[in-house]
C-alpha cells in the first residue's frame, strides 16, 4: 500500500519556487507598466537601461525556478524523476566561450551611447554564466547530487535565503547605529558633528564621488569607523556564510554525502553571486557595464568558494560526528569574507584621507590593500582545488568493509 505521509520538503519547495517565479515575473512587469505606462518624467537612455536590465534580470531569476517547480510537483505526484548524472563541466566551457562573445559585443555597444539600451538583454547571460561556469569548475569531477537537491538548493538561495541575511543583517546594524548613537550622545561635540554630517548628505548635490567623500569625513570619528568595520568585517560575513548554504543544514540529518554537501555549497554561493551582482550591475553605467560585469565575475570566487568550504565542512563534520569542526569551517569562511571586505573597505577609505596628504601616501595605501586583497582570492581559490582534490581521491579509495 502506497504512502500517504506528505512530503513537506517537496511541499516547501513547491511554494517557493511557485512565489519566486510569481513576485518576479509580478515585479518585472509593474516595473515596466509604471515606467512607461505611467512615467513621471521623461526617462533618460540611462534610466531606460536600468529599468529594462532590472526588468530582464527579474525575469530571469525567476526562470531558474521552474525546474524546482517542476521537479517538487513530479515528486508530490509521485511520478519517477529521471536523475541526470552527466557532468556539465565541458558544456559550461562551451557557454564560457560565449560569455566572452557576450561581454565582446556589449563593450562594443557600451561606447555607443545612443545604443547602451541593448545591453539590457545581454546582461542576464553576463552575469550567469560565469557563476554557472566557476560553479561546474569547482565540482569537476565529482559525481552530482539529485535534481531536487540541486535545484533546490538553487531556489532557496534566490527566494528565502537572502530575506533571511538581510533581515538579520540590518537588525544588527539598526543595533549597532543605536549603540554608537548613545556613545555618541556622552559627546556632545560628535553629536553635532555627525548631524551636520548626515545635512551633508541630504543636501549633496554632486556626484557619487562627493557623496563616498561626505561617508569617510563620517568613518574619521574612530567610534563610527569601529561599529562599520565590525559590521562589515564581522557581522555581515558570519551571518552570510552561515545562512547561505541554508538547504545544507536541512539536509544534515538526511544520507549527505560529503561531495554533495561541497557541490550545494557552491551552488548556495552561486545564487547569493547572481543576486549580488545582478543588484549592483543594474546600478551601473553604460560605460562602465564590462567593468562591472568583470568584477562582479570575480567576487563570484569568493561566494561561491567559501559557501562550497562551509557546505564540505558541515557535511564532513556531521560525517565524523565531530561538530566543533563545522564551526571552524564557518569561522574560516568568516575570516576569509571578513578580511576581503574590510580590505575593500580599507582601501577607499585610505585613498580618501591619504588624498589630503598626498597621492603618494594613498598609491602606497592602495597597493597594500590590492596585494593583500589578491591573497585572500587565491586562498580561496586553492581551498576550493584543495577540497575538490581530496574529495576525488576519498571518492577513487576503495571502501573498507564494516566488521
Known amino acids: 500500500m502506497a504512502s500517504k505521509k506528505l512530503d513537506i520538503p517537496s511541499v516547501l ?49 525567476s526562470m531558474l525556478n521552474v525546474p524546482t517547480l517542476i521537479i517538487s510537483i513530479k515528486k508530490l505526484l509521485k511520478k519517477t524523476i529521471r536523475q541526470s548524472k552527466k557532468p556539465l563541466f565541458q558544456k559550461a566551457n562551451y557557454y564560457l566561450f560565449l560569455w566572452l562573445l557576450i561581454i565582446t559585443i556589449g563593450f562594443i555597444i557600451s561606447r555607443e551611447g545612443n545604443k547602451t539600451l541593448l545591453l539590457a538583454p545581454l546582461t542576464a547571460a553576463a552575469v550567469f554564466i560565469p557563476v554557472w561556469w ?28 537572502p530575506i533571511i541575511i538581510i533581515s ?50 563620517i568613518m574619521k570619528q574612530p567610534i563610527i569607523s569601529t561599529a562599520v568595520f565590525l559590521i562589515v568585517g564581522l557581522i555581515a560575513p558570519l551571518i552570510e556564510e552561515i545562512f547561505k548554504p541554508m538547504s545544507i543544514w536541512f539536509l544534515l540529518n538526511r544520507p549527505l554525502e560529503e561531495f554533495e554537501g561541497f557541490s550545494l555549497g557552491l551552488i548556495s554561493g552561486g545564487a547569493f553571486a547572481i543576486l549580488e551582482s545582478a543588484e549592483i550591475v543594474i546600478q551601473t553605467s553604460g560605460q562602465d557595464w564590462l567593468f562591472a560585469i568583470a568584477i562582479r565575475a570575480a567576487t563570484g570566487v569568493l561566494h561561491i568558494g567559501l559557501s562550497g568550504l562551509v557546505g564540505y565542512g558541515l557535511a564532513h563534520s556531521w560525517h565524523q560526528k565531530q561538530f566543533g569542526k563545522g564551526i571552524l569551517y564557518v569561522l574560516a569562511a568568516t575570516i576569509l569574507h571578513g578580511t576581503w571586505n574590510s580590505l575593500a573597505l580599507l582601501s577607499g577609505f585610505s585613498s580618501s584621507v591619504f588624498n589630503e596628504q598626498g597621492m603618494e601616501a594613498s598609491g602606497t595605501s592602495s597597493v597594500i590593500s590590492l596585494i593583500f586583497l589578491i591573497l585572500v582570492f587565491v586562498s580561496v581559490i586553492a581551498i576550493t582545488l584543495k577540497i575538490n582534490s581530496r574529495l576525488r581521491q576519498d571518492l577513487a579509495r576503495p571502501s573498507e568493509p564494516s566488521l
Open 13 to 61: 519547495l513547491f511554494v517557493l519556487s511557485a512565489l519566486g517565479i510569481l513576485i518576479g515575473v509580478t515585479t518585472a512587469i509593474l516595473l515596466l507598466f509604471s515606467s512607461y505606462g505611467f512615467p513621471k518624467t521623461n526617462l533618460t537612455a540611462s534610466d531606460e537601461m536600468t529599468v529594462l536590465s532590472t526588468s530582464v534580470l527579474l525575469i530571469s531569476i
Open 134 to 161: 566557476l560553479i561546474e569548475f569547482s565540482r569537476r569531477g565529482l559525481p552530482r547530487s539529485t535534481k531536487l537537491r540541486e535545484w533546490g538548493t538553487l531556489t532557496i538561495g534566490l527566494t528565502i535565503t
Open 168 to 217: 538579520i543583517e540590518l537588525l544588527l546594524t539598526a543595533i549597532s547605529a543605536a549603540a554608537v548613537m548613545i556613545r555618541l550622545g556622552v559627546h556632545p561635540d560628535l553629536i553635532s558633528q555627525f548631524r551636520s554630517f548626515l545635512e551633508n548628505i541630504n543636501q549633496y548635490q554632486g556626484g557619487i564621488g562627493e557623496l563616498e567623500q561626505i561617508l569617510y569625513e
